[in-house]
């Protein structure tokens, strides 16, 4: 037999000793047992899920899953960002190195002069250049005085990158000293 678990009409009384007590004998009280306490099902954990628990579970899982894809959408931008920069800063190193190979009497010839920016495999066209760029290229070495002496000049070259790309504003600058070697 169920053991009751409430009643439907519950009244206190006092007892044999005058302490206060559930009353289950209440003329037109009916015990309710456990079996009746949910007319619709049982009302064990296997029952299932309610339509809220099952609300806030999808709520939550929207917004993990929400949360991932925005997390690998701005790393694979930054990616993309640092290999741009990446792919300049390589242009702008090797021009210098092909410079300081160069007769230092040559150098001031090359200011305003182009230079390509490799891609990744040495493919040519690595960055692409910003809008209205006389020569197509997207690097740019500029020639300047620095100073002048008896044993020779010694020029700033500056090697800038500008492009258009993942980089807002894509723009890398190189600066170097070269002068002759004694």
Do not use: K
């Amino acid at each position: 037999m169920a053991r009751p678990v409430g009643v439907h009409s519950a009244a206190r009384t006092r007892g044999q000793e005058g302490e206060l007590s559930n009353s289950w004998a209440m003329p037109g009280a009916t015990p309710v047992r456990e079996d009746d306490a949910v007319p619709w099902g049982p009302t064990t954990s296997a029952a299932g899920f309610m339509i809220v628990e099952l609300m806030v579970f999808l709520g939550a899982a929207v917004l993990l899953l929400s949360g991932a894809l925005l997390s690998a959408h701005a790393h694979s931008q930054q990616r993309r960002v640092h290999s741009e920069r990446t792919l300049a800063l390589t242009a702008c190193r090797n021009t210098f190195e092909r410079l300081r190979s160069l007769d230092v009497a040559t150098i001031a010839a090359l200011a305003g002069t182009g230079f390509d920016v490799p891609g990744m495999d040495g493919q040519p066209n690595g960055l692409t250049p910003t809008e209205g760029d006389a020569d197509g290229l997207p690097g740019t070495i500029r020639v300047e005085t620095y100073r002048t002496a008896a044993s020779g000049t010694v020029y700033l070259v500056t090697t800038a990158v500008r492009w258009v790309g993942a980089t807002r504003g894509g723009r890398f600058d190189m600066q170097c000293l070269i002068g002759s070697r004694r």
